[in-house]
């Protein structure tokens, strides 16, 4: 069942870049955090984080099936057969992986992102995104949970290990605004009752919710605007890369039946 | 984080049903533990609550190559040795245990 039968085509198209906006982020950031199995500090670790990494991947293809599909692709055609720049996600999660802070400060900043983003999603009026708002909620609350523990354990870390954590945190502070520029599109979504607020509301919010989670750490967050423009579709290189990665399989035969 | 210790874990399937080992790994806290094994042990089986315990904490009985238990069969305490209980006593004149 697909979302937003009820509306006329602009606002179809609006609710569809919206719902590409999540689905992007999960996938890329899954993708991204999937490329450390067999290379995280621990074993355990490598399995918890490619758990994670699959868990983001799940909710992105689950947020794809909501959308309509006329020509019956399928929700592979939107995750591999895009060029990037028609993919939605934010720059901040398209970057390349760099060292363990980074990347569990990313995946941490992410997830309080995403936390006010699908707690907003919880008083949508449209019920499927409800309904996926409290399935994802379900895994990232445990995601969290993974990102303050390590965290902790890396500030606890000594006088190198801080440096190094405070600048991934420098480093996902100057991409951070992407995750909640105001677009164009975003009242229309407000207005029809979709969204109970323009997500770019939350920027003030989302900037003191991760200050607050690691100033006990000793670490401060500083953003910077303007940040790249994901949103947009003005993407890095690396996201090429990615998407070429990850679909490598699916191009070497895009008709097969997989 | 500099230590890492081994630790076991225990998954209750239900409420009120008994923990039962899952299986153990290395984490650099307890806080760890528990979210590495979340990830690790909760992927399949479906807990509603989950342990973790450092594996030092774990008093272990002696072993010396000899199963633990009683030296003498003591099958009157089994169930099994009733089996024969019924034809025994035919064999020996009784009448039916229980009859009178």
């Not at chain 1, 009752?193 to 100033?215: C, D, K, M, R, T």
């Not at chain 2, 225990?10 to 008994?18: H, L, P, Y």
Request: contains cysteine; proline residues 6%; negative net charge.
């Amino acid at each position: 069942m697909a979302i937003g039968s009820g509306l006329d085509g602009g606002l179809r198209a609006v609710l569809r870049e919206y719902v590409l906006t999540l689905a992007d982020d999960e996938l890329v950031l899954g993708h991204r955090d999937s490329e450390w199995c067999a290379f995280a500090p621990l074993i355990e670790e490598d399995v918890a984080f490619a758990s994670i990494a699959q868990d983001e991947i799940a909710h992105a293809q689950m947020l794809y099936g909501l959308l309509p599909d006329p020509s019956g692709r399928g929700v592979d055609a939107l995750a591999f057969g895009r060029e990037p720049r028609a993919m939605r996600n934010a720059v901040l999660l398209e970057r390349p992986n760099g060292d363990w802070a980074y990347s569990i400060v990313r995946h941490y900043v992410y997830d309080i992102a995403d936390d006010l983003r699908t707690a907003d999603l919880l008083r949508s009026g449209e019920p499927l995104l409800r309904t996926a708002a409290e399935r994802m909620r379900r895994e990232e609350r445990y995601h969290l949970e993974h990102g303050a523990t390590w965290l902790r354990a890396l500030a606890g870390g000594g006088p190198d290990a801080l440096r190094r954590l405070q600048a991934a945190v420098d480093a996902v502070a100057r991409d951070s605004f992407d995750l909640f520029r105001p677009l164009a599109w975003e009242g229309a979504l407000v207005q029809v009752g979709i969204l109970p607020q323009a997500p770019s509301q939350h920027w003030e919010s989302f900037a003191a919710a991760v200050q607050a989670a690691i100033a006990p750490l000793g670490l401060r967050f500083t953003p910077e605007r303007p940040a790249p423009h994901g949103r947009e579709g003005e993407h890095t290189a690396d996201l090429a890369e990615l998407l070429a990665t990850m679909g490598e399989v699916r191009h070497s035969d895009p008709q097969a039946n997989w | 984080m500099a230590d890492l210790g081994i630790y076991e874990v225990f998954g209750q399937e239900r409420s009120g049903a008994a923990f039962c080992h899952v299986g153990s790994l290395q984490a650099g806290d307890g806080d760890l533990a528990l979210v590495l094994a979340r990830e690790l042990f909760c992927r399949r089986s479906e807990f509603v609550a989950l342990w973790v315990v450092a594996r030092p904490c774990i008093q272990v009985a002696p072993v010396a190559g000899e199963p633990l238990g009683p030296a003498e069969p003591r099958t009157y305490r089994l169930g099994v040795g009733y089996r024969d209980t019924v034809e025994k006593w035919q064999r020996f004149g009784g009448e039916r245990g229980g009859d009178r």
